[in-house]
């Protein structure tokens, strides 16, 4: 079945400081790999994608991150944070192997990022 | 890219009453989505909105609680019908291509 793991509810990171934010996935296919960012009260925004080609991806923000497939992976991440950052991420995969032409997302439990002045 | 402009963005409704959200996309999109998200949590995927066709409802989610319209490739509705407290949430309209999803602002809606 496929689905999509965020290990960490939350993150806490000193401003300055790198950050990481993990996902891993499990999928039939080839996965389709998403991030967005949900500030509070919004809607949520897209940060960037792993569809093929350079594993590492870079996207709004300044924010990359990377596809592993030996592990199943696509950490998002980010050389310094900022306090601006905070908000809730969500990890998003989509299958294209068997399911063919199915376009549903598999999403990810959320990790708030809290970064502290 | 697609911009989807989603209205309401927030409501207080009456128990017993229904709420019917409306969801534009700026292009045509093949795919539309309604979701539901409590505050601080993941998205709840509620349908696909087919064009033409009678929405696609997922596990736990009915046509008549939850009618869904979409009569053309850049327009969909939403309706929560017989509203309860337990129907408070933020429901998200989603737009997608072959390899991208946009969202709405949501609604915020909260049943008194």
């Known amino acids: 079945a496929q689905s999509v793991a965020q290990p960490e509810d939350q993150v806490n990171v000193a401003e300055g400081n790198p950050l990481t934010v993990k996902c891993t996935y499990s999928?039939?296919?080839?996965?389709?790999l998403f991030w967005y960012v949900q500030y509070p009260n919004r809607g949520l925004q897209f940060l960037l994608k792993y569809i093929t080609g350079d594993n590492l991806v870079k996207g709004s923000y300044g924010f990359e991150a990377e596809f592993n497939k030996s592990q199943t992976s696509f950490h998002l991440k980010k050389p310094s944070a900022l306090v601006s950052d905070s908000a809730l991420y969500f990890c998003a995969v989509r299958d294209f192997g068997n399911a063919g032409n199915n376009r549903k997302l598999i999403w990810g439990l959320g990790t708030s990022l809290a970064v502290n002045p | 890219s697609a911009v989807i402009s989603q209205k309401p963005s927030r409501d207080i409704c009456q128990r017993g009453t229904s709420l019917t959200i409306q969801c534009q996309v700026d292009?045509?999109?093949?795919?539309m989505f309604w979701y539901r998200q409590q505050p601080g949590q993941s998205l709840t995927l509620i349908a696909t909105?087919?064009?033409?066709?009678?929405?696609?409802?997922e596990s736990g989610f009915v046509i008549d609680k939850f009618p869904i319209s979409r009569p053309n490739l850049t327009f969909s509705t939403l309706t929560v019908s017989n509203m309860s407290p337990e129907d408070s949430s933020i429901y998200l309209c989603s737009a997608s291509t072959n390899t991208e999803a946009f969202f709405g602002q949501g609604t915020r809606l909260t049943v008194v």
């Open positions: 292009s045509q999109v093949t795919m």
């Open positions: 999928v039939s296919g080839n996965p389709y």
């Open positions: 909105a087919n064009q033409g066709s009678e929405a696609t409802y």
